[in-house]
């Protein structure tokens, strides 16, 4: 697929959203791709969310960080997120290996706290992220059932 019907893909799924939830996703995909130079963007249209990861490869195993939109909110995962130094208590959960920060809005990507630890994932990346690799967003997988994509109404 060309990288015209890639972005229209993945506008498609984040459509799903409602507006709100939908404008939170563009604006951290903006800022994670000037944040990100030479990173793929990796996109799973999964079950329980939109995932869209960045790494410096199209390996799982390679990935630094994602954004993973749900009905209600958006959160930054960081694959390595349990060795990170987090002196301001951002972090969330509790895995091996995953920690999150769930964003209020996708400007807290941009927060000072936020902004160190993604300094430390991309200190820490394996392999390192090439700035002069050019941006490339990659549809990864699409589940065929999904959970609704807008908040049921109450």
């Given at each position: 697929?060309?990288?015209p019907?890639?972005?229209a893909?993945?506008?498609?799924?984040?459509?799903?959203?409602d507006?709100?939830?939908a404008?939170q996703?563009?604006?951290?995909r903006?800022?994670?791709?000037a944040?990100?130079?030479?990173?793929?963007?990796?996109?799973?249209?999964?079950?329980?969310?939109?995932?869209?990861?960045?790494?410096?490869?199209?390996?799982?195993?390679d990935?630094?960080?994602?954004?993973?939109?749900?009905?209600?909110?958006?959160?930054?995962?960081?694959?390595?997120?349990a060795?990170?130094?987090?002196?301001?208590?951002?972090?969330?959960?509790?895995?091996?290996?995953?920690?999150?920060v769930?964003?209020?809005?996708?400007?807290?990507?941009?927060?000072?706290?936020?902004?160190?630890l993604l300094?430390?994932?991309?200190?820490?990346?394996?392999?390192?992220?090439?700035p002069a690799?050019?941006?490339?967003?990659?549809?990864?997988?699409?589940?065929?059932?999904?959970?609704?994509?807008?908040?049921?109404?109450k």
């Open positions: 697929m060309n990288a019907q890639t972005q893909q993945v506008e498609g799924f984040i459509d799903k959203y507006q709100a939830i404008a996703i563009r604006a951290a903006a800022i994670m791709r944040r990100l130079p030479g990173a793929l963007e990796l996109v799973y249209d999964n079950y329980n969310a939109l995932a869209i990861a960045y790494g410096p490869t199209e390996r799982l195993a990935v630094i960080c994602s954004i993973a939109a749900y009905p209600r909110w958006i959160s930054l995962f960081l694959a390595h997120g060795t990170l130094d987090d002196p301001d208590g951002l972090l969330k959960g509790e895995g091996s290996r995953i920690r999150h769930v964003l209020e809005t996708a400007d807290r990507l941009q927060s000072a706290g936020v902004a160190a300094d430390q994932a991309l200190r820490r990346a394996r392999p390192q992220l090439d690799q050019p941006f490339r967003t990659v549809v990864k997988s699409i589940s065929a059932r999904q959970r609704p994509r807008r908040p049921s109404e």
